[in-house]
Nanobody
Framework: QVQLVESGGGLVQPGGSLTLSCAAS????????MNWYRQAPGKERELVAT????????NYADSVTGRFTVSRDNDRKMVYLQMNNLKPDDTAVYYC?????????WGQGTQVTVSS
């Protein structure tokens, strides 16, 4: 079955950096685009970054452009989100996601808290 397992969240001071990882299994990873979403308390889940199946194309939310970088390793079936210059508004649960046809799959999420 499809599994997505995030890791790497934690508490970081404003201006700091974190790298999130997502380990994928149960599907042919190299064929599918991968997404990172986040959900802050009291807010809707929002798309943060997308990377194409081969990793040649990426897209970012305006709020993270220039600070976050999404990447993937198709051999290891991993996708990453490098987050730099973190701000308190980046505090959220971050989720790894992929869509296989009409079905969307989610990881359990990893908490990122940006606070001094």
């Amino acid at each position: 079955q499809v599994q997505l397992v995030e890791s790497g969240g934690g508490l970081v001071q404003p201006g700091g950096s974190l790298t999130l990882s997502c380990a994928a299994s149960g599907f042919i990873f190299r064929l599918y685009a991968m997404n990172w979403y986040r959900q802050a308390p009291g807010k809707e889940r929002e798309l943060v970054a997308t990377i194409s199946s081969a990793g040649r194309s990426t897209n970012y939310a305006d709020s993270v452009t220039g600070r976050f970088t999404v990447s993937r390793d198709n051999d290891r079936k991993m996708v990453y989100l490098q987050m730099n210059n973190l701000k308190p508004d980046d505090t959220a649960v971050y989720y790894c996601n992929t869509k296989l046809g009409r079905i969307s799959f989610w990881g359990q999420g990893t908490q990122v808290t940006v606070s001094s």
